[in-house]
């Protein structure tokens, strides 16, 4: 079966054929195919350990059901991904989840660390369990539940024994068969630890940490990331709080995790506001349209106001703007559609430019015809 290969090609001791698996702090160019370390030589702070995420635990992911949550700090265990694909080096996405195109009959593998950061010795098992993208939210299922993509992720250390303050690397095998159906695949793995009861209780409670799996499968190339964005829609909470919702398709054939900023200007008297965050945690799968919502300053006049809003997904970005006036508290205002889009922006741009090449081109040609 073929195997892609991993880590990092040391100049001085392999050819750009051979690849060595090198630990993640260490440094020197990358072959092509190779999987370089996700983060820096500091090591960073491993997720919260009720959170699905590679990193900070800060970026929305789901959380297990109640029953799955951490009780407290004692029981606290971390987990963050340490390589990522170097055709991916620049996806903010591909350094927190494990995110990658596969063509059937292929293997891919990853590392990741866990870390146990609570007072006393811990018992972690480590395996993958099945995920979905539903209603705009990448949803986990409860305990082990399986899918094919589950079923296709196999880790070198299933067990582990942590003391406090302890951490250990695990290799991540994702082996695709060779009739493996074509399409997006989502799951987690998972990082899991059981509490003992709390005195003079018999219930005891179950803290688990994950990384995402977005793997795509797929003859050729990649599928394209893309999304549109539509209207903006102010509003009001009854509190007066200001929102901003503003409605996105997705055009292309990858999952999109959104995240971005909105900033105001030319606001009464001249005010500027922002930039405030789009709110983590939506999930938009192929084909399908969602909502980013921007909480903003309760103290914000209605306008009218200039609404300059940024969504990312990883590579992707798009920026529109829009007029809008918030309406009463409790309220929902007149929705605006973008007057105009960076896509189409500066595809103008670039025709503009080529034209304008092609003048100063012409006239040049013909002056020295002359």
Same mark, same amino acid.
């Given at each position: ?154 880790? %070198?250390? #299933? ?7 302890? &951490?250990? +690397? =695990?290799?991540? !095998?994702? @082996? /695709? ?124 006049? %209605?306008? #009218? ?7 990312? &997904?990883? +590579? =992707?970005?798009? !920026?529109? @703007? /829009? ?48």
């Amino acid at each position: 079966m073929p195997r892609r290969a991993i880590g990092l090609c040391l100049a001085l001791l392999c050819s750009p054929a051979v690849v060595l698996a090198v630990p993640a702090v260490s440094a020197g160019p990358t072959a092509a195919g190779s999987v370089a370390p996700a983060a820096p030589a500091a090591p960073a702070a491993p997720a919260a350990a009720d959170v699905v995420d590679g990193g900070d635990g800060g970026d929305g992911g789901e959380r297990p059901p109640p029953a799955q949550q951490a009780p407290g700090p004692p029981n606290k265990i971390g987990i963050k991904l340490l390589d990522v694909p170097v055709g991916r080096a620049d996806d903010p996405r591909a350094r927190r989840y494990i995110v990658d195109h596969v063509a059937p009959g292929e293997t891919i593998e990853r590392r990741v660390e866990i870390a146990n950061h609570g007072g006393r010795q811990r018992r972690v098992e480590v395996y993958a369990a099945a995920a979905a993208v539903e209603n705009n939210r990448f949803t986990v299922g409860t305990d082990r539940a399986r899918n094919e993509l589950s079923d296709w992720v196999q880790v %070198d250390k #299933p067990i582990l024994d942590l003391e406090p303050e302890e &951490s250990e +690397r =695990v290799w991540v !095998t994702i @082996e /695709v068969p060779s009739d493996a159906p074509e399409g997006e695949q989502y799951g987690v793995v998972w990082a899991h630890i059981n509490a003992e009861p709390a005195p003079g209780s018999n219930v005891a409670l179950a803290s688990r940490v994950g990384v995402r799996l977005y793997v795509n499968v797929g003859p050729g190339g990649e599928p394209r990331s893309d999304f549109e964005i539509g209207e903006l829609v102010p509003s009001r909470t009854p509190q007066g709080r200001p929102i901003v919702h503003a409605r996105v398709r997705n055009t292309g054939g990858r999952a999109l995790d959104l995240s971005g900023s909105l900033s105001l200007r030319d606001g009464p008297g001249g005010l500027n506001a922002g930039p405030f965050p789009v709110k983590l945690g939506t999930t938009i799968a192929p084909g399908k349209r969602g909502r980013a919502r921007i909480e903003l300053d309760q103290r914000l006049p %209605d306008g #009218p106001w200039t609404v300059e809003l940024t969504i990312r &997904s990883g +590579r =992707v970005e798009r !920026t529109v @703007e /829009v007029r809008l006036t918030f309406p009463p508290a409790g309220t929902v205002g007149a929705a605006a559609e973008p007057m105009w889009d960076s896509w189409p922006l500066r595809i103008g741009i670039g025709t503009v430019a080529l034209a304008a090449l092609g003048v100063i081109g012409y006239v040049v040609r013909t002056r020295r015809r002359a």
